[in-house]
């Protein structure tokens, strides 16, 4: 796909992120440019595509419009703008009280999402994206990988869909709609994969950057994960249970972790004890 060339004359920078930059269309409220940092090519024509075929399942998700590039060579996404929008991050930001509530509407999206089950060969399996990050992996021992890999195996087969990176930052709401966004990472599988992220941001990130990333300090990340477990496993579920049985899924993060910052991540691999 040829991506069409634009001048961000007409647009005004709106948002930042890991990956780059958002930017509203100043003569087309409607659309908003999600624009990547330089360097990055690919990775917005696999997330443009991937979201067309999200759209395509009616998972709820803002429209995606054109592959675009930028006259100083960046590349990125239109897609149809969410207006009055407010990240389940920022919400929870801006009145901490709330964070057990927008935990548990946030677990009512997960569990939609979870129980969509996606046409065979439409995405990547999760646990193939596992394998390969792990035999990227530079840092694990012969004996751990083995190990890790064992474990990824273990876990039931599901045909369901998963976001891949799914965090409060990742999803919006408006007063009548809730919506995914950043979807580059969407595949398909056991939910557990997916909600090893949720637990992860939750419970695992140090204040600085939950307060830098998402708005928000340890105490308010920790009631939103006490909001989110009883709407999505049920009331009888204790909480320690499912951190019990989230925390390996959440520890297998350190691969994307490790993969991104390049060094091991003591912090994070702690929550693989149970499998090393």
Avoid at 92 to 104: L, S
Avoid at 146 to 171: C, E, M
Avoid at 187 to 209: Q, R, S
Avoid at 225 to 235: A, D, H, L, T
């Amino acid at each position: 796909m040829e991506a069409i060339k634009i001048s961000l004359d007409n647009y005004v920078l709106s948002g930042g992120g890991a990956n780059g930059e958002s930017y509203d269309c100043i003569s087309d409220p409607s659309v908003m440019l999600k624009l990547y940092f330089p360097g990055k090519i690919q990775q917005p024509l696999d997330e443009l595509l991937l979201s067309r075929k999200v759209w395509d399942l009616d998972i709820p998700t803002p429209e995606p419009g054109d592959y675009v590039v930028t006259e100083d060579g960046r590349y990125g996404i239109r897609f149809r703008r969410i207006t009055g929008k407010k990240s389940f991050a920022r919400a929870t930001g801006d009145d901490p009280a709330m964070a057990p509530e927008y935990g548990a509407r946030f677990a009512g999206m997960c569990k939609k999402l979870h129980s969509t089950h996606v046409p065979e060969g439409l995405f990547e399996n999760v646990k193939d994206r596992y394998y390969r990050l792990l035999d990227e992996n530079p840092f694990f021992t012969p004996s751990e990988k083995n190990k890790i890999g064992d474990f990824i195996a273990s876990v039931p087969d599901k045909d369901t869909a998963i976001h891949g990176d799914l965090q409060f930052g990742n999803a919006i709401f408006t007063d009548t709609h809730e919506y995914f966004i950043d979807l580059g990472d969407f595949c398909f599988g056991n939910p557990l994969f997916d909600l090893g992220m949720v637990y992860l941001t939750c419970n695992l990130e140090g204040d600085d950057f939950l307060k830098e990333t998402f708005h928000m300090d340890q105490p308010e990340a920790h009631a939103f994960w006490e909001g989110f477990v009883p709407e999505y496993f049920g009331k009888s579920k204790s909480l320690s249970d499912v951190n019990e049985l989230i925390l390996p899924f959440a520890g297998l993060k350190t691969l994307i972790i490790e993969r991104d910052t390049k060094m091991p991540m003591k912090e994070f691999r702690a929550a693989l004890s149970s499998i090393l």
